[in-house]
Nanobody, 121 residues
Framework: QVQLVESGGGLVQAGGSLRLSCAAS????????MAWYRQAPGKPRELVAT???????NYADSVKDRSTISRDNAKNTAYLQMNSLKPEDTAVYYC???????????????WGQGTQVTVSS
């Protein structure tokens, strides 16, 4: 059984920073892409940032230059550092990971339960 657990969300004032963590655990052979998504009330889930196994990254335009995604492969953990937060960043943030359970298996995407980020003006 594989689990993804996010942490680091909370309430922060506009202009502040947060660092989200996403730890994967269980019978993991390897992890390819890890990603952060967010979903604000009444809006669809949107992709925030992705990072591949060799640390290639991509960001949504809305967070580019304010956020940094990183990962620690030894810990099966991804991070999202967000700076200069804005009220419009308020959302539930979810992480996903494309996980191989064995050498000859296909990757399966797993999701965390989400962590709330609230930015006050």
């Amino acid at each position: 059984q594989v689990q993804l657990v996010e942490s680091g969300g909370g309430l922060v004032q506009a202009g502040g920073s947060l660092r989200l963590s996403c730890a994967a655990s269980g019978s993991i052979f390897s992890i390819s892409v890890m990603a952060w998504y967010r979903q604000a009330p009444g809006k669809p889930r949107e992709l925030v940032a992705t990072i591949t196994g060799d640390n290639s990254t991509n960001y949504a335009d809305s967070v580019k230059d304010r956020s940094t995604i990183s990962r620690d492969n030894a810990k099966n953990t991804a991070y999202l550092q967000m700076n200069s937060l804005k009220p419009e960043d308020t959302a539930v943030y979810y992480c996903s990971a494309d996980i191989f359970l064995g050498r000859l298996t296909l990757a399966t995407r797993y999701w965390g339960q989400g962590t709330q980020v609230t930015v006050s003006s």
